[in-house]
């Protein structure tokens, strides 16, 4: 939990850890493997730049992200999903709560507004990968060969 903006190559490499920054340098998640991030200000350029794991949430008031952005292997979504708002909400509250972030305090005030405009960064075969692990918890085969078979396209 970082009050203010992070410099270059912010979580590169990241492979597991929880990360709230108010703006990230250029190379943002570079060959993140896992964990979870959230940029709430502008990013630089080539965010998610080989990012094979993992998922980022970017504010992105000014529609200016996906031009920032390298989608060579990411999509990104709208945050639509109760998880995604619930764990973006959390970690929105831990970084008040540790930095007295005011710029996290305004979204929380202005949630519904808030929501619109943040962007869900995942990697195109992680996307794919938690599919088939929630097919097979709905079904009742086996994580493993779910996830074998996914990774086989």
Known sequence: YFRGVAGERFAVRN????????????HGCEY???GRVIVIGETGRNFAAGM????????????AFKGRCNLGMVDLEPVVDTEDVETIKDLLARHIRYTQSPVAARLLVDWERAQEKFVKVIPKDYKRVLAAIKKAQETGISVDDAIMASAHG
């Open 52 to 63: 094979s794991g993992g998922l980022a949430y970017v504010l992105d008031e000014a529609g």
């Open 15 to 26: 492979s597991g850890a929880l990360a709230v920054v108010e703006g990230a340098g250029d």
């Open 32 to 34: 993140m493997t896992g």
